[in-house]
């Protein structure tokens, strides 16, 4: 069975201040992929990143990066100098390949605020 | 392109009533993913399709819950009866063979009194 998990269920910090979101994910699959969605206070589910299980680079994407570590099987998600408009719910999810594995599996959610 | 679509947006309804739920997603796009979203629960999957085909149903709560595909631009989730425990919102997702990523509808907020 596929597990992910998300300890931190809401995290507040002030405008400009970088924030890491952990995710810590297990599987038993030797293939899979890893996302990360956010969910503005709107409600719809805005897609981030897919990283795949055999590729452990790390991402940039702006103020956004992603470090992927499968030794400690975590996928954490860092924004730096935060801004309000990053205040959401987080989500980090996983999935299999084919074989009837192929729907995410979320963790709960981590809920950030971003006070100005 | 237009996004998933999804309706109606909302929707209010008495418990022992038939609910229909619907979804168009992106085209092209070969898989279809009902989820469901709760307090209590999270973000749950239900069912997901491939072509048009149910490949894994297991996470559809019980028999009142029936969801079908009757071509690759249109998918329903129906339940009846309806009952308070299944107020939440009822996400539809689609993507493509590749890459892996799914993309939203924007829900439909389901409250059943």
């Known amino acids: 069975a596929q597990k992910v998990t998300q300890a931190q269920t809401e995290i507040s910090v002030v405008e400009k201040e970088d924030v890491t979101l952990d995710c810590v994910y297990e599987t038993r699959d030797t293939t899979y992929y890893l996302f990360w969605y956010k969910q503005p206070p709107s409600g719809e589910l805005v897609f981030l990143i897919r990283r795949n299980s055999f590729d452990e680079q790390n991402e940039i994407s702006g103020r956004y990066s992603w470090n992927f570590q499968k030794s400690t099987s975590s996928f954490n998600f860092t924004i730096t100098a935060s801004q309000v408009v990053d205040s959401a719910v987080y989500f980090c999810?996983?999935?299999?390949?084919?074989?009837?594995?192929?729907?995410?599996?979320f963790g709960k959610g981590t809920h950030l605020i971003i006070q100005p | 392109d237009a996004g998933v679509i999804q309706s109606p947006r909302h929707e209010v309804t008495e418990m022992g009533q038939e609910v229909t739920l619907r979804c168009k997603p992106i085209?092209?796009?070969?898989?279809l993913f009902w989820y469901r979203q709760t307090m209590m629960r999270g973000l749950e999957l239900l069912i997901y399709f491939n072509n048009n085909v149910p490949i894994d149903d297991s996470g559809m709560p019980e028999d009142r819950f029936s969801a079908k595909m009757p071509n690759a631009s249109f998918s329903t989730l129906k339940i009846q009866p309806s009952e308070p425990r299944d107020s939440a919102v009822y996400f539809c997702?689609?993507?493509?063979?590749?890459?892996?990523?799914?993309?939203f509808g924007p829900g439909t907020r389901l409250t059943v009194l």
């Open positions: 999810a996983l999935s299999g390949t084919g074989g009837g594995a192929d729907g995410l599996t």
């Open positions: 997702a689609s993507r493509p063979r590749r890459p892996r990523e799914q993309f």
């Open positions: 085209s092209g796009h070969d898989y």
